[in-house]
Every structure is written in C-alpha cells, then in structure tokens.
C-alpha cells in the first residue's frame, strides 16, 4: 500500500520526519509513504472543520489512501477538538504539535488506515484526546494490534 503524504504551507518541516516514523512503524506490513507536496486548505478560520476537510482530502487525492499535515486546528462537529482523525482512506493530522506527539498521532492515524481500531494495550492505537495523552503512549502498535496487522495485510512484522 502506498499512503500518500500532503502538507499545507505551513507544516513541510515535519513531513520527512513522518515519512520516516511511518514507514519505521509499518514498513514491515507493505507500507511505503509518497510525499505528495502541498494541498490548499479551503477552509478560513483558526479551527478547521475536519468533517470537511477529509472530504476534500478524499477527492484530492482520488481517493487513494491519504494523510494530511495541516497547521491549523482541528475540530470535529459533535466532538470538539481533535489531535487527527481519519476516515474512509483519509486521514488529518495537526501539524502544530511537538514532534513526540505529532509522529504518535500519525502513526495512530494511519493505523485506522490500515483498518486497525482503538486499543486499551500500552499502543500507538490508544486513544488519545489531549497532547499529554498522546505523549504517554509508544510510538509502536502493542503484539495484539501487530497480529491483527499482520493477519490482515498477509505480511509478517519482521
């Protein structure tokens, strides 16, 4: 699979190290990140609505398997602020984070994905809603969530 990386004006600084974390992360089940250079928000505002904005990924990218590093907040209707979200082979990611939290939170996203759910393990697919949750969890899916990875895509970690 190949999981193409977009970045608004903002937030290019971070998109090699992603790749990076990403590929260390899911390089083993068939991973390759592309990065796919910049996309236009659409969206005015300080908090962007990722609703929206993963619809506009959707169709941006041809609905090929997506993520986007954007430098603005993010909320979700109905839920309020998000660190990223993901859905139907879209994913968001708020770029103004450390780069502890940032790579974890991508990680996390691109594990939804690759289909994988929210675990209660020390995961990376812990949920997390505020930075300091992020920050405490690893930068690594736990041995259920890397079976169930490898039982999906066919491919063994290594």
């Given at each position: ?97 450390d780069p502890d939290v940032l790579a974890r939170e991508a990680l996390h996203e691109v ?11 020390s995961c990376v697919m812990r949920l997390s809603t505020t930075p300091d949750e992020a ?23 290594i």
């Open positions: 699979m190949i999981l193409h990386l977009f970045h608004d004006r903002r937030a290019l600084a971070d998109v090699a190290t992603l790749k990076v974390a990403i590929e260390e992360c899911f390089g083993a089940f068939g991973l390759q990140v592309q990065e796919s250079g910049y996309l236009y928000v659409p969206l005015a505002g300080h908090k962007l609505n990722a609703a929206k904005l993963l619809k506009h990924l959707a169709r941006a990218s041809c609905r090929k398997d997506a993520l986007w590093l954007v430098d603005r907040e993010l909320f979700y209707p109905e839920i309020g602020p998000v660190l990223g979200c993901s859905a139907k082979g879209a994913a968001l990611l708020y770029g103004g984070l594990g939804h994905l690759l289909s994988l759910e929210h675990c209660p393990h920050r405490e969890k690893p930068a690594r899916l736990c041995h259920k969530c890397s079976n169930r990875l490898a039982l999906k895509t066919g491919l063994e970690r």
